[in-house]
């Protein structure tokens, strides 16, 4: 499985981003999938999951209620809706496909995008 993140980039505090993870396989929509952040110098932080079949998602303490993790299954992709971002939201994000475990650690995942930066000016 290839993963392809798009969407990052510069923003002003209060603003918005939608980041997009294309995966390559078609069965894509079969598995749970996450979003994490990594800012310099910090280590690696969840930031959102969603189930293989989009009816569960949970979301970091520091992202809830400001972040929307959903699914487009006939076009293999998740996105992460990024509203009021802060200037601590700053980092590489990466998606991931969960293979079991906690969803919130980062070694229950088993493929991983590149990431893509995400940088909030203040």
């Known amino acids: 499985v290839q993963l392809q993140a798009s969407g990052g980039g510069l923003v002003q505090a209060g603003g918005s981003l939608r980041l997009s993870c294309a995966a390559s396989?078609?069965?894509?929509?079969?598995?749970?999938k996450g979003w994490f952040r990594q800012a310099p110098g910090k280590e690696r932080e969840f930031v959102a999951f969603?189930?293989?079949?989009?009816?569960?998602?949970y979301y970091g303490d520091s992202v809830k209620g400001r972040f929307i993790i959903s699914m487009d299954n006939a076009k293999n992709t998740v996105y992460l809706q990024m509203n009021s971002l802060k200037p601590e939201d700053t980092a590489v994000y990466y998606c991931?496909?969960?293979?079991?475990?906690?969803?919130?650690?980062?070694?229950?995942?088993?493929?991983w995008g590149q990431g893509t930066l995400v940088t909030v000016s203040s």
């Open positions: 991931a496909v969960f293979a079991g475990g906690n969803y919130f650690e980062g070694s229950s995942y088993d493929y």
């Open positions: 396989v078609r069965t894509f929509s079969n598995y749970a």
């Open positions: 969603i189930r293989w079949s989009g009816g569960s998602t």
